[in-house]
């Protein structure tokens, strides 16, 4: 769809619906977009392109877009594929235009493709480039999501194209109940999330520049209020946790360890704490990181299985440590019949994770819960609150 986002600025991007699983793994059951952008004026600029499913729809976006007017540039944010794929699509039809990037972009391009455009503008670090009213100045994101994102800031509209940054899960035309934090949530903690030092990098950069709008490659385009994107994305960026809460995740086969959870969750509200709590057999698993990251306690609970620990708690713990999980408090809940480990095991695999305080107030269970449960589980309920 061809939409006016300011006089000058035209959206050409699509939505899909036709992906299940974002990436291989991340549940989208309300789509995604890919946003294109096109700048006119006395040269125009098309910002991305689309994954490759949606080539025809988004050239004709693009077609549709331009009028009679040629692209004089293709400007690449980002070379993954969800919005490179089209590049050599859109300079075989159009011949005549330069695409502009950075040196990682175009050595990129040329694996991907086997070949690079014959036009080609290599841009450095703050470099700008004139269409005539509106001057772009491209300001380098390395690992914001991939070494050679670069957002583009149109000094004219004072727009910026934020790359990957601020996007969120769910089609354009999706109108998400959540609104936009939930979703933006869950896709900056489970695509971005490893590189929050490089997101503050990006931003001291940024610093003096003023940001009107962001028009991010995923989602929404941001129109006002800025303040409170970068607010939270700053917060999100820092491993700092966003609201106070308590977090349990438990990983439960015939639901003892389950009930000790719920009587845990039963204790801390009685304390006046607020409470969320996930079965790992059936939570969407990025949902979890999320939860993780933006409250300030987490309580794992596992039975212990094969001398370790459940899969899903394993990977749960493995995702939060490759997203440089800190600064939170952790309880330990085990649940073992014979030989009960996951106490040891989850403390073993936190080994390593800073700033964490894991509580000497652990819960162990043998089977099922009992008078001397409820007591343990009393006791972490204290010192969580
Ligand atoms: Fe939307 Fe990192 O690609």
Redesign the pocket.
Known sequence: MKKNLTNDILYVGVDDYKTKLFEGQFDIPNGIS?NSYVIIDEKVAVMDTVDKEFKYEWLNNCVDALGNRKPDYLIVS?M?P??SANIMAFVETYPETTVVLNDKALKMLTQFFGEAPKNVLLVKDLDELSLGKHTLKFVFAPMV??PEVMFTYDKYEKVLFSA?AF?KFGALDYDDPEGWDCEARRYYFG?VGKYGVQVLSTFKKLEGIEVEKIFP??GPMLLDNIKYYLDKYTVWASYEPEDKAVFIAYSSVYGNTEKACFILKDELEKLGVEVHIADMREEDFHEAIEDAFRYDRLVLASITYNGGIFPHMSSFIEALAERGYKNRTIALIENGSWAPMANKVMEGKLEGFKNITILPEKVKINGGVNEDTIAQIKAMANALK
């Open positions: 890919y980002h993954e969800d919005h999501h991939w990957d996007g695509i490659l995923h």
